[in-house]
Structure formats: structure tokens, C-alpha cells
């Protein structure tokens, strides 16, 4: 009896070529390399960080790091997935191979779910800045013209993503490098005229005791989700192999530099209870402290750029994740219509409801939209279960029937597997624990439960067809 992983090889879209009947190839190792690079550099970082340093305090460098650490193995397990499957399907289609097209079905549609709702999200926080610095103009005037923009460079050509998200990603890490340069100066006492504070604001470590370090240490999760773009980006790149396994091989010193490395700048240039480090943001208090000239008009700029890449990367994202699902035969065959190599049905779909979900932040912004937040509070864990779940399953059977195909290795198989299951594990206990997250994880599990339901209804209905 064939294993599971060839038993459904092709519905999975196993195949090398399997994405490459339909869709272009065109975006180019140097598009695939700055999304790497430029992926890690969200807008959660420089938007969401401040609060989890007002919980924290200076521990926030530990809570980036441990949740680091858990991001890096799941990286790696994806990456070895994704370099023996290319597939614009990602984690959805290795979660069909292992378990069925249930579970292909269950990780795909919520993390469709969760793209287009942050397309819409991401969009009212760029027009937020643009209209701070152009007062009495409509937001929602902002996030249409933005939602066109991206929707139109989407139905265009995948490389005009690529050329977006190359420039994008240029513009994040140069302004990152240089904020982590002048800090790093300013802390040896190097930089003309500023202080070295030494270790000064690093004293109360743990302000607020274990529970600040689990408030800093759940917003640090969550603002390592988008990751997971470069391995659906893959499938449609010159060398998709070679691709995934350089943006995976070098996770670890980006994720190390930019995340905790700027933390650790952050709390030790800028007392971590400092007003400015929540209604400024952590970067704007940091470049403030050091005297440098217009440096919250410069973060706004950085942030804007942060937040319009991660809309282009997202209505990318959710239109291929749809594309792979319907293909697959798991939602309606309409979406599936490609036309110049790109799903443009898809993208439209995708990019309408990331607006919907603006117009109901208007409409009924009480009841439906924050439950919709709720909803894909927790969805980036669930997909992380998927993918270490998938792993573990389908690398017993790559090295039986396809040790070939093995070009990136998960470090400690399955050791280190499961330790990243039981790390999820612990953040789903501590969610729960919380009030403010609680919600949210009850939210995304009703969420999944009703897809994992619908998922096996369509699989024993096509099953039975």
C-alpha cells in the first residue's frame, strides 16, 4: 500500500513542477533573497514591540530570544518541507500529504483568513501615518488607493511583486543596519555628542516579575508571523530549491540581528517604562534619545514602508495560498483561473476581503470586527502545529522513499521537533492564562474546529465522487 506522502503526491502538488503548469516562474534569486531578508523585518516589529517592552522591561531581549529560538526551528522544518516539495501551497500542501487533504484544507483557508485580514489592517495603519502628516484627508481613502495599487501590481506580473518587495525589503533592512549602527555606537560612547548610559536602564530586568516576561514574551511571538511568505514565493522562482534553502540556512543571524539585537539596543539606550517607548514606539524613543534631527518623520517613513510591504506580501500570499487550495481541489474551482501566470480571480478575492474587513472596522466596529481580530488571533500557532506535525510525519518518509530530496535537514531529528511542539504548546497554556489572549485562543480554535470540520466533510464527499 502506497505511504501517505506519495499516496497524495499529486493532490499536494508534490511535484517539482507541479505549481509551474499554470504559474510564472518569474521572479529571480535576487527578489527571493530580499524577501528573505527584508521578511523578518515586520511591521509588528516596529509597531507592536513598545508594549511588549513597557510589560517586560529589559527581559523583552529574553522573550524576542525565546521566541526566536522557537521561530528558527520552525523555519527549518519548513524549509526542508519546501525545498523536497516546492509548492505555492507551503505548509498547506505538506499538511495534506502527511494527514490528508483535511488537514491541507484546515491550515490553508485559516491562514487565508488571517492574510487578507491583515491586508486590511496593515492598510488602516499606513493611512493612519499618511494621514498624520496630510490632516482632513479620509483613511479609507488611503487603504483603497493602496488596496489598488497592490492588487494591480499583483494582477500584473508576480515580478512586480518581487521588484516591490525587493525595494521595500532594501529600504527596511538599510534603515534597521543603520538605527542598530548609531546604537551601538551611542552605547560604546562613541557616538559625538551623546552619553554612554552604560548598563543604567538595565537594572529592574524583570520589572514585573514572571508575568511581564509572558506579556513580552506572547507579543514577541506574534511578531514573527510573515515569515513563512519566502517558501510560497519559492515555488514561482528560477530555482526553487536553491531559494528556500539559502532564505532558511540564514533565518538565524537575521532573526538574531534584527529582532533581538534592536531590542537590546532599545532598552539599554531608553529606560524601558519611558511614555515615549509606547506612544512613540520604541525605534522613535530610541533616535530621540540620541539627538538625531526629524527621527520620528524617519521611523514614520520606515514603518510606512514596513506596513505597505507587508499589504503587497500578503494580498501575494493569501491569492497563492487560495490558488494551491483550489487547485487542489479543496474550495471553488473559479479562484483556480490563472491568465499571464498569475491566479488574477485569486488576488482580486483576496484583496476585496482584506477591504471588507476595513469597511467593517466603519460599518460595526463593536461587535463583527473585533471578533473577526479575535478570530486569527492564534491562527500563525495553529499553522505552526501543522508544519512541525507534517515534519514529523513526512521526513521519515523522505528518507525512505526520497533521501534525495533532503537538501535542508531539520537540526536534531525529531528531538528538536517536538521541543518546538511542546514550546507552541506552552504558548497556547500561557495564552489561556491571560485574559487579553484568552479570547483570542478560544476565537481560533472555534475557527479551526469549524474548518477541520468542513475539511473532513469535503475529503469524504470528493472521497465518495
Known sequence: MPSSSTRTDAAAGSSPAADAVSLSHGLKQRH??????????????FVGSGAGIAAAGPSIVVAYALSGL????????????????????????????????????????????????????????????????????????????????????????????????????????????????????AIAGVLPGTDSPGASHLGHFLPHGGQGLIVGLLASVFAYGGLETVTIAAAE????????????????????????????????????????????????????????????QLMNVVVLVALLSAMNANVYGSSRIAYSLVERGLGPRALAR???????????????????CVLLSYWRPDDVFPWLLNMIGAVILVVWIFI??????????????????????????????WVALAGMAAVFVLMAREPGTRVQLYSTGG?????????????????RS
Open 237 to 296: 522562482s528560477e530555482d526553487p530549491v536553491r531559494g528556500v534553502a539559502s532564505a532558511v540556512r540564514t533565518a538565524m543571524w537575521r532573526i538574531a540581528l534584527f529582532y533581538v539585537g534592536s531590542m537590546a539596543v532599545i532598552v539599554t539606550l531608553v529606560p524601558w517604562n519611558a511614555a515615549e517607548v509606547v506612544d512613540k514606539g520604541p525605534y522613535v524613543a530610541a533616535l530621540d534619545h540620541l539627538g538625531i534631527p526629524g527621527a520620528g
Open 32 to 45: 527571493l533573497s530580499m524577501i528573505a531578508l527584508g521578511g523578518v523585518i515586520g511591521a509588528g516589529l
Open 388 to 417: 512541525a506535525a507534517s515534519q514529523l510525519r513526512l521526513r521519515r518518509a523522505l528518507e525512505r522513499e526520497a533521501p534525495q530530496k533532503l537538501v535542508v535537514r531539520m537540526w536534531g531529528f525529531p528531538v528538536l521537533t
Open 70 to 185: 522557537l521561530v528558527m526551528l520552525v523555519m527549518r522544518m519548513l524549509g526542508e518541507m519546501s525545498a523536497a516539495y516546492p509548492s505555492s501551497g507551503s505548509f498547506s500542501a505538506h499538511a495534506e500529504r502527511a494527514f490528508g487533504p483535511w488537514a491541507g484544507f484546515t491550515a490553508g483557508w485559516s491562514f487565508w483568513v488571517l492574510l487578507c485580514t491583515a491586508v486590511g489592517l496593515e492598510g488602516m495603519g499606513a493611512a493612519k501615518i499618511v494621514t498624520g502628516w496630510l490632516p482632513g484627508t479620509p483613511q479609507w481613502m488611503w487603504v483603497a488607493l493602496f488596496m489598488v495599487v497592490f492588487c494591480g501590481s499583483n494582477l500584473a506580473a508576480v515580478k512586480n511583486f518581487g521588484e516591490f518587495e525587493f525595494w521595500f525589503a532594501a529600504l527596511k533592512v538599510g534603515a534597521i543596519t543603520l538605527f542598530l549602527v548609531l546604537g551601538v555606537l
Open 338 to 356: 490563472v491568465s499571464g501566470g498569475v491566479p488574477r480571480i485569486a488576488v482580486l478575492v483576496s484583496s476585496l476581503f482584506g477591504f471588507l
Open 447 to 463: 475557527m479551526t474546529l469549524f474548518l477541520a470540520a468542513v475539511g473532513y466533510l469535503w475529503q469524504r464527499s470528493r472521497a
